[in-house]
């Protein structure tokens, strides 16, 4: 063979071989019910899941991001899109209609969330041990807290006899909530005022009720869309003078009074350890739902100050950290 004829078929094979190579590569559909910029925390940490499990982004694995801003009814179409592109593994986020929404488009692709509701209960898996199907994840337990919550801002502002909770009606876990505080707020003997909000242009009018009942605490219920709009949330509690208590940490580092959840990071870091091990292998049935045990207390001390509020050295020694 001439030494041209040679050169050109070497030139012609290394684009082949970059395709084949390209097309090795797994690619990891992300889905998201929230909005990206607020999660840039949780996709260091879900990236850094996956890091651990051996697959690098932008080296050895691509990853898919699509975000449904808080609007849920964009979640189909999104994760239809994933589905077209043959993902290998769907990372869904953002509470129950991200997953819902993934499992309702495919059985096949593995699925692994970070969920808040009760995996069990929403019909995602059999069992939290044998999950069965396609799907498994990191179960929080965020939405069972309210209660707690409750009874924790009560610590806060003891002399509160009228509480709000800010309720989410197009969050999945909304009517429980509203049982647990139900519940909770009859024990404590305080009133419960409830207020729902359902888009950022309600958010203005939910906070005037609050002016227009008296309300001495303000409780934000937990869901993946006010978790997308914390900053605003927390401007409004500070321009409204009421003490608020929050499901996340990041609530409270942006300037909101007090918080109790486990740490989203944790989970997400989860989420990216469970896809690393589903694309070398493993199968989602197999892998047990991995359920939070770390609840976490913060507290910012500078709020407190500015609404003239003294926290209790009991509350303070119990927080798990405590922000001046």
Request: charged residues 20%; aromatic residues 8%.
């Amino acid at each position: 063979m001439k030494r041209r004829q040679f050169t050109a078929l070497v030139g012609a094979a290394w684009p082949l071989a970059a395709r084949a190579q390209q097309q090795a590569i797994p690619v990891v559909g992300f889905l998201n019910a929230a909005s990206r910029g607020p999660l840039r925390q949780q996709i260091a940490a879900f990236l850094g899941g996956l890091k651990e499990s051996g697959y690098v982004e932008g080296k050895n694995v691509r990853v898919e991001y699509r975000w449904a801003e808080g609007q849920y009814d964009r979640l189909p179409a999104l994760v239809a899109d994933l589905v077209r592109q043959q993902v290998s593994v769907i990372a869904s986020g953002g509470g129950a209609p991200a997953v819902l929404a993934a499992k309702a488009a495919t059985a096949t692709i593995p699925i692994v969330f970070s969920l808040g509701s009760d995996p069990i209960r929403l019909g995602l898996v059999a069992g939290l041990n044998r999950p069965g199907g396609n799907i498994t994840g990191v179960y929080q337990f965020t939405s069972g807290l309210e209660a707690k919550r409750l009874g924790l801002l009560h610590e806060m502002v003891p002399k509160a006899t009228r509480v709000a909770a800010l309720i989410n009606s197009n969050f999945a876990d909304a009517e429980n909530q509203l049982h647990d505080l139900q519940e909770a707020s009859a024990r404590l003997g305080v009133q419960l005022i409830v207020v729902r909000a359902n888009a950022e242009s309600e958010f203005d009018a939910a906070f005037s009720i609050l002016g227009d009942q008296q309300a001495d605490a303000l409780l934000v219920c937990g869901s993946p869309f006010f978790n997308t709009r914390r900053e605003q949330l927390v401007v409004l509690a500070a321009r409204h003078a009421v003490p608020a208590m929050f499901e996340w940490r990041d609530f409270v580092t942006a300037g909101g009074l007090m918080s109790y959840g486990t740490s989203l990071a944790d989970a997400y870091h989860q989420v990216g350890v469970y896809t690393g091990q589903i694309l070398k292998g493993d199968k989602p049935g197999d892998l047990p739902v991995v359920q939070s045990t770390r609840f976490e207390l913060v507290i910012n001390m500078s709020t407190a100050k500015a609404l003239g509020i003294a926290v209790p050295p009991t509350l303070s020694a119990r927080a798990d950290e405590v922000i001046e």
